[in-house]
T-cell receptor, first 113, second 112 residues
């Protein structure tokens, strides 16, 4: 089984709808991250969490919110989806150690019409 | 501001034709440089972490090296299954939240 899983893998929604992307991990890591990937812009950090009670904004958090339900679960919500949020979304996890590697999930492909 | 530039954007090789991918970076202080491989429609797969200039790491046909300004990913005698996008990312000492700054990647195609 994969160490980092994301659901759904693909999602089509309409402008103004609220949607939630979910991430689960079995690596036992405390740190979790949400990134989005766009052609020509690379991967950019949306939110990150060091533990259940520690959630922080990344470089592009506007229009998104997150919830850390447990050490192993980190969800990303789009409160009112808009077309420019169409992208690939990745969850990642890492240990707390200095310079720790981030391990990525398989991604969710989101299309906002 | 941390910056990562990868070159070339795309590279086509014949099977067995060795080459190198470049990752140039600007950070206030380097905590780590990471190489990932990404296949279409999939998440980045971790390859290497390099922490200090002069460090080298190898895995099968891949070898990563690091200087104070850039990193190279050398591919020796590539095979078609090495075709993928290779991503470079840096983590700066001053970065809050362990954020990675990614380059846009090099899309490698290896023809049989």
């Amino acid at each position: 089984d994969a160490d980092v899983t994301q659901t759904p893998r693909n999602r089509i929604t309409k402008t103004g709808k609220r949607i939630m992307l979910e991430c689960s991990q079995t690596k036992g890591h405390d740190r979790m991250y949400w990134y989005r990937q766009d052609p020509g812009l690379g991967l950019r950090l949306i939110y990150y969490s060091f533990d259940v009670k520690d959630i922080n904004k990344g470089e592009i958090s506007d229009g998104y919110s997150v919830s850390r339900q447990a050490q192993a679960k980190f969800s990303l919500s789009l409160e009112s989806a808009i077309p420019n949020q169409t992208a690939l979304y990745f969850c990642a996890t890492s240990a707390e150690t200095y310079g720790a590697t981030q391990y990525f999930g398989p991604g969710t492909r989101l299309l906002v019409l | 501001e941390d910056q990562v530039t990868q070159s070339p954007e795309a590279l086509r090789l014949q099977e067995g034709e060795s080459s190198s991918l470049n990752c140039s970076y600007t950070v206030s202080g380097l905590r780590g440089l990471f190489w990932y491989r990404q296949d279409p429609g999939k998440g980045p797969e971790f390859l290497f972490t390099l922490y200090s200039a002069g460090e080298e790491k190898e895995k099968e046909r891949l070898k990563a090296t690091l200087t104070k300004k850039e990193s190279f990913l050398h591919i020796t005698a590539p095979k078609p299954e090495d075709s993928a996008t290779y991503l470079c990312a840096v983590q700066a000492v001053e970065t809050s939240g362990s954020r990675l700054t990614f380059g846009e990647g090099t899309q490698l195609t290896v023809n049989p």
